[in-house]
């Protein structure tokens, strides 16, 4: 579904991402590891369409970037730390609005089906700026599934969310990984990502330097082997 072969991406004179080789299968949830400048961001947003390539190959579902760049964001949902939400309308409205600029079909039907689905069936007529921010991050999970996409890009789906909230977000996500959706998330929550991830790609000083699925990975040994790959 994701085939990235010997990205460079280089701002000026810096290099950030220095020949990253990546492939997710389709259904596939991966999640990418690494410390902070290590290029998880930059990658994602190459991915998503949002940044262009200085060197390589990208293709999401047999498209290729960046001269495919709208038939790739149709079939990407993308949630980061930032909601992308219209805070003076409702959760219903918000999603309204995503269902005209998408082109969903019977987006009535679909609208009720994800807010099901998040858990904001009762809150849906609530303006968003009264939603704490677990809620917000939930309802951004509701709008980037809307149109029923093939990939879903999180990056730190978790920043500023307290435990209770990082536990209805880890909900949301379970029931979107269960649809058999393809999810590349970035996070720096290792315990979250052990329990959401099939696969652990770790990014350090622009390239992969390590990689194991979690059969690979003895059960709470995640944390082992981030310090291995960082150390090697």
């Known amino acids: 579904m994701i085939v990235v072969k010997k990205l460079v991406k280089r701002f000026g004179l810096k290099t950030v991402l220095r020949g990253v080789d990546f492939a997710v299968q389709p259904g596939e949830f991966v999640a990418l590891l690494g410390p902070n ?6 990658f994602l947003r190459i991915l998503a369409a949002l ?6 190959e990208v293709r999401i579902a047999g498209y290729k970037l960046p001269d495919e ?19 003076d309308l409702t959760a219903e ?3 309204r609005f995503y269902a005209r600029m998408y082109n969903v079909e019977n987006s009535s039907a679909r609208i009720a089906a994800v807010l099901a689905m998040i858990g904001l069936e009762a809150r849906r007529r609530d303006l968003v700026r009264t939603y704490s921010r ?8 509701g ?15 978790y920043t500023g969310l307290d435990q209770d909230a990082s536990s209805m977000l880890d909900a949301a996500l379970k029931a979107v990984a269960a649809e058999g959706r393809t999810i590349v998330m970035t996070s720096h929550d290792l315990a979250r990502a052990e329990e959401l991830a099939a696969r652990f790609d770790i990014l350090s000083r622009g390239i992969i330097v390590a990689s ?4 690979q990975i003895k059960k709470n040994n995640l944390l082992s082997f981030y310090k291995q790959a960082l150390a090697d």
């Open 93 to 95: 409205e918000n999603l």
């Open 37 to 42: 400048g290590a290029g998880k961001t930059t």
């Open 134 to 141: 677990g809620m917000q991050q939930r309802l951004a999970i």
């Open 69 to 87: 760049a709208a038939q790739v964001r149709a079939r990407l949902g993308v949630v980061s730390h930032l909601s992308l939400l219209y805070n």
């Open 51 to 56: 940044s262009r390539p200085t060197l390589g």
């Open 212 to 215: 194991a699925t979690r059969k």
């Open 143 to 157: 709008r980037a599934v809307l149109h029923d996409p093939q990939i879903m890009l999180l990056d730190e789906p």
